[in-house]
């Protein structure tokens, strides 16, 4: 009940039908990845984390990923790591530098708390590993 009334606040959703199950329509649709004035983004779906993408050279542009925002999610290409900003409409655009060429990349999530625990699990590990160190040489 209490999604519901979260999806009747969105603006750009229309209740179609409300009887078992709740459906809902957008006024337009866009694929996953879009780029104005682009016709079609090609992306490869890798899993739910990882999207392989073909970026078309040109100045610089918008990506927009038609996903809810979540800062855990980046592109990376060549040295670049870019992570997405908040539309409006609560999704994510990432700003694309000039290119000379088409260039592929990756849209990868990394959530926030898997780099703390990642950080804290080497921390501990490291100071075990010195403190087994100094023991055994004493």
């Given at each position: 009940?209490?999604?519901?009334?979260?999806?009747?606040?969105?603006?750009?959703?229309?209740?179609?039908?409300?009887?078992?199950?709740?459906?809902?329509?957008?006024?337009?649709?866009?694929?996953?990845?879009?780029?104005?004035?682009?016709?079609?983004?090609?992306?490869?779906?890798?899993?739910?984390?990882?999207?392989?993408?073909?970026?078309?050279?040109?100045?610089?542009?918008?990506?927009?990923?038609?996903?809810?925002?979540?800062?855990?999610?980046?592109?990376?290409?060549?040295?670049?790591?870019?992570?997405?900003?908040?539309?409006?409409?609560?999704?994510?655009?990432?700003?694309?530098?000039?290119?000379?060429?088409?260039?592929?990349?990756?849209?990868?999530?990394?959530?926030?708390?898997?780099?703390?625990?990642?950080?804290?699990?080497?921390?501990?590990?490291v100071v075990l590993i010195i403190?087994?160190?100094?023991?055994?040489?004493?």
């Amino acid at each position: 009940d209490g999604y519901v009334q979260v999806l009747e606040s969105v603006p750009w959703l229309t209740k179609i039908a409300n009887k078992d199950l709740e459906i809902y329509k957008t006024q337009s649709h866009n694929d996953l990845f879009t780029i104005q004035n682009v016709n079609k983004v090609q992306y490869v779906r890798k899993n739910d984390a990882n999207y392989e993408i073909i970026l078309p050279s040109g100045e610089n542009m918008k990506l927009l990923f038609s996903q809810a925002y979540n800062s855990g999610w980046a592109l990376r290409y060549n040295s670049l790591v870019i992570k997405p900003e908040k539309t409006e409409e609560g999704l994510m655009a990432l700003d694309i530098p000039s290119r000379e060429s088409t260039v592929r990349g990756e849209v990868v999530f990394e959530p926030d708390s898997f780099r703390t625990i990642g950080y804290i699990v080497s921390m501990v590990s490291v100071v075990l590993i010195i403190l087994i160190l100094v023991f055994k040489i004493l």
